[in-house]
Each structure stands twice: as C-alpha cells, then as structure tokens.
C-alpha cells in the first residue's frame, strides 16, 4: 500500500478547498423484497419501517465523516428496490401510497433525495409496471424528494416502443401537475435504456434486484480539479491532455474510495461501487463544458466538442479504473444542462443545441439530461426523442437516458429556475417536425446484433 506524502496531503486540500472537489453523494441501497402485502397501506408502513431502521444513521455518519476526513459530502441519498416490484403484491393499481411512504421515510432520516419509484420495461410490462407507471404524475407532485426511473430497453432485449410512447406522454402529463414550479417533477423523472443497477445518483437511482441487502456507494465528482490540472498543460499535445485528465481522475476516486469504506464500516453495511462520474453544479468553477472549452473550444458545442467530450470521458474511466477495482454505476462525465455553468452559457450563446447535446451522449456517461423544453412539446415529439436516446444506448451498449422538462407556459427565450443542485435553464427549441406516426406504430424495436454475445 502506498504512503500518502506531506504534497499529497497538500495537494488534496487544494482540490477540496479551490478546485469544488467534492463527494457528491453517499447512497444507501436498500432491499424492500421482504415488503410486500396484498393490503397497500400494510405495504407502505412495511417500506417505511425498513427505510427508517436502515438508514436511521446515514446521514449523520455521512457528517461525521466529513467532519473527520475533511471532505465535503454534499448529499446524503437512499435508493430502494424498483417499486413495481414490491408493490405488485398490492391489491391495488394505485401505488402513490408507497411513494408517499418513501417521501416519509426519507424526510424522516433526513436525506434529499430517495429513488426507486421505477420500473423495467425493456421487454415487456406486468401489472406492478403499468401500475407504477400510471402512478408517476400523481406520486410525483405529492412528494418532495422522491425520484422515479423507468427503462424502457436494453441492449439486450431491444426498445418497447409501446412504453416509450406511454413515457412520452407521462412526462407530460408530470409536467401539467408540477406547472406551478415549472414542472419540477420533471426533473426527478428519468427514462433510461440500459439502466445499471448500482447508479448511487438521482434522479436515476434504484437498488437493483442483483444488489444485497444493503449496500453504500459513492459518487465522486470533481469537474473543477480536471479544469485547474489542465491550466498546468496548455500548448501541450492531445496526449498530455489525456494523461493529465488520467492521473486526476485517480487522485479523485481515491478520495472517494476511502470515503466509502469508511461508510460502510461505520454502517455496518456492504461497500458497494465508487461511481467517479464527473457531475457539475451551477457553481463557477465546476463545469465539464468549461473544462472541454479549456481543452481547446471555442464554446462548448462548436466542432471539436464530441471529440474533446470522448477524450475526456475515456481518460475519467481510465484513471479511476487503476484508483479502484469496484468502480461501477454509470462513471464518466455527466452533461445536465440546467446543473453546468458552462452548458448554460453555451446554449444561451447559441453554440449548444439539442441536437449537438444528442450526439454528444454517443460518448458520455448519460444521455439528454435536465434540458428544459417548450411547454407545448408533444408527447409524441417527447416519446420519439426517448427513441432516439434509448437507440444510441441500445446500438452502442451504453447507459443513455432522458430528462427533459416540458415547462408550461413557456418558450425559446425564457428561462427556468429549479433552485440548488438544479441549477436554471434556458428553454431549448424542439424541431418541429413530427414522428407521431412512428411512435403510434408502437411494437418493439429488436435487439441489434451485438446482443448476441453468447
């Protein structure tokens, strides 16, 4: 084992108190397969009881690690067993209670957010999906902090366009019950192809069937240590870049690594992944558009962006890869519009737009994400940009997914405010051009031919 040097020690001080490096989540997983009940109200006090028993000390061992290690830890998080799962032993359609149990729970130990409300439909539906599903809008404007995530295709199985076009139009549907805060329920739904089941962040987040009873996880993010390491190597060659974005990514997931073991000691709970996703806020100085301009752009958006963005996401994974052999969740660099100083400013300069950000997921971790849209989008036109994600995550074998906010009322040129980690987004302009034919096809979309790995 190496001995950590007085420069080390320095080095990472700087990190955390010039640089925005942080731990942006501690995540407990937690299993509710032992919480279904054909009464839903038994159900949901089940949920709430192991929820608040699990995680009774997350968030203050999460400040107390902080306090001892000297590193911030911005979010204390829960993520639970896809609900679709666990409620489809209720002898009910409606399982806006158990999501209100979440909201409960989570307010109880005092997390900011708790994800799970979700279901996985790439091949297909049962009744506790479509149950779920129909239950999105209200469940989201009922509660605060939970998140809900649907996948709708694999790799492996293909697109289920039907859930896609359902999708398209829940979003909206979510969108006109969240109008009065500009459809904040937006922003905690997400629709995925290849969703992983260790993700430790929001809104995507849920405890996938494959996980133990309880697990802690990590996600690191440090977009403002990758910008100051690359100041140090301006007029160098393409290699030097990448070498330097190599070696940072390392020292990063290091300081997550000790972060999480320390956790799940102190929790008595199983370690789980370090995700070293490099995932912005609205804070200067912490922006992945703003380290792909520091690399040579002009403006994020412009030629060059997907390019410099492959660089820089291929570099993350390469460094944190040697920093930690469970390196896991979704690992790379993270694009939200709404939560990036940078993105924002490009989109407001006229050089990012949606279609740029579309192909820019070809090569990042995630996909379209917290992208504010006209209130008057359809959900045909929102189910076809789901298709479009989820075949670039299909095809590619890759996490891709949707987050977009189809704000009331609003247009191109106005601008939307979500508060905190949230951040605020201009509106994007949607082509006008419709595919409501192709979605109304509905069907499913086959497996490519790489899915037949075996």
Request: glycine letters at 10%; one cysteine or more.
């Amino acid at each position: 084992m190496s001995v950590l040097t007085f420069n080390d020690v320095l080095e990472t001080t700087r990190m955390i108190t010039h640089q925005n490096l942080d731990v942006r989540t501690i995540t407990m997983g937690i299993s509710l397969r032992d919480c279904g009940h054909p009464d839903v109200k038994v159900c949901a006090d089940k949920i709430y009881d192991k929820i608040t028993k699990k995680a009774e000390k997350l968030v203050q061992t999460g400040e107390d690690i902080e306090s001892d290690l000297g590193v911030p830890i911005i979010n204390k998080r829960i993520s639970v067993t896809p609900i679709s799962m666990v409620g489809e032993s209720c002898d009910t359609s409606d399982y806006v209670p158990l999501a209100k149990a979440m909201d409960k729970a989570a307010h109880e130990v005092g997390v900011n957010f708790i994800g799970g409300f979700s279901a996985l439909v790439d091949k297909g539906y049962t009744k506790g999906d479509r149950n779920l599903i129909a239950s999105i809008p209200e469940a989201l404007s009922s509660t605060d902090v939970v998140c809900s995530s649907v996948n709708v295709g694999s790799t492996k199985a293909g697109i289920n366009m039907d859930a896609v076009a359902e999708m398209g139009r829940i979003v909206k549907a979510t969108a006109e019950k969240t109008a009065a805060n500009d459809a904040i329920g937006c922003a905690k739904l997400v629709v995925f192809c290849n969703a992983v089941n260790d993700n430790p962040f929001m809104a995507g987040a849920f405890h996938g069937v494959t996980e133990p009873e309880s697990v802690v996880s990590v996600g690191v993010s440090g977009p403002g240590v990758v910008k100051h390491a690359l100041e140090a190597v301006r007029g160098q060659d393409i290699g030097a870049v990448a070498e330097t974005i190599k070696r940072t990514a390392f020292k990063i997931t290091r300081v997550g690594q000790l972060v999480a073991q320390e956790a799940a000691k102190r929790l008595n709970t199983q370690f789980g992944i370090i995700d070293l996703s490099l995932a912005p806020t609205p804070a200067v100085g912490d922006s992945v558009a703003h380290i792909l301009e520091e690399i040579g752009l002009e403006s994020c958006g412009g030629p060059g962006t997907t390019a410099t963005l492959a660089m820089l996401n291929d570099a993350v994974k390469k460094g944190g890869l040697m920093a930690s052999s469970y390196v896991g969740g979704l690992s790379g660099a993270f694009i939200p519009v709404s939560e990036d100083a940078g993105m924002i400013a490009a989109v407001e300069r006229g050089s990012l737009s949606l279609e740029k950000l579309e192909a820019m997921t070809c090569v990042c971790s995630v996909g379209l994400d917290m992208i504010a849209i006209p209130g008057d989008t359809t959900a045909e036109t929102i189910a076809a940009i789901i298709a479009d994600e989820s075949a670039i995550g299909m095809i590619n074998n890759k996490t891709t997914a949707v987050r977009v906010i189809p704000v009331p009322g609003k247009g191109v040129g106005d601008n939307v405010e979500f508060g905190g980690l949230l951040g605020h987004a201009p509106i994007m302009a949607v082509s006008k051009y419709k595919a409501d034919t192709f979605i109304a096809r509905g069907g499913r979309i086959p497996a490519p031919v790489r899915s037949l790995t075996n």
